[in-house]
Nanobody, 126 residues
Framework: QVQLVESGGGLVQAGDSLRLSCAASGRTSNSYAMGWFRQAPGKEREFIAQIMWSSGSTYYADSVKGRFTLSRDNAKNTVYLQMNDLKPEDTAVYYC???????????????????WGQGTQVTVSS
């Protein structure tokens, strides 16, 4: 029904910026929100940010507030995660996910999402 593909990851230096993309295909009109999570080696997957498809309303985890910005292009069925002032602790595999539930916002738990992308690696060197 829905396929999500992340892109834009890579190797950067601390303080640099990077923009990740998540392209969605399928019945995206039924999706209410898109979320971003990340997982570092040996750690649990953590919530980063969420954006509502229709309104563009966003919600960010405290760890990325002021540095990361979510946006979306409805015509392209794509959401973007602009990451500024990257730090070594931002190194992780970044995943996007789609939620088909209109309830339970903000959606900060993995269980609130129905479809997941394969992830894209972001490595920040010091």
């Amino acid at each position: 029904q829905v396929q999500l593909v992340e892109s834009g990851g890579g190797l950067v230096q601390a303080g640099d910026s990077l923009r990740l993309s998540c392209a969605a295909s399928g019945r995206t009109s039924n999706s209410y929100a898109m979320g971003w999570f990340r997982q570092a080696p040996g750690k649990e997957r953590e919530f980063i940010a969420q954006i509502m498809w229709s309104s563009g309303s966003t919600y960010y985890a405290d760890s990325v507030k002021g540095r990361f910005t979510l946006s979306r292009d409805n015509a392209k069925n794509t959401v973007y995660l602009q990451m500024n002032d990257l730090k070594p602790e931002d190194t992780a595999v970044y995943y996007c996910a789609a939620s088909y539930s209109a309830f339970g916002t903000p959606k900060i738990y993995q269980s609130q999402y129905d479809y997941w992308g394969q992830g894209t690696q972001v490595t920040v060197s010091s």
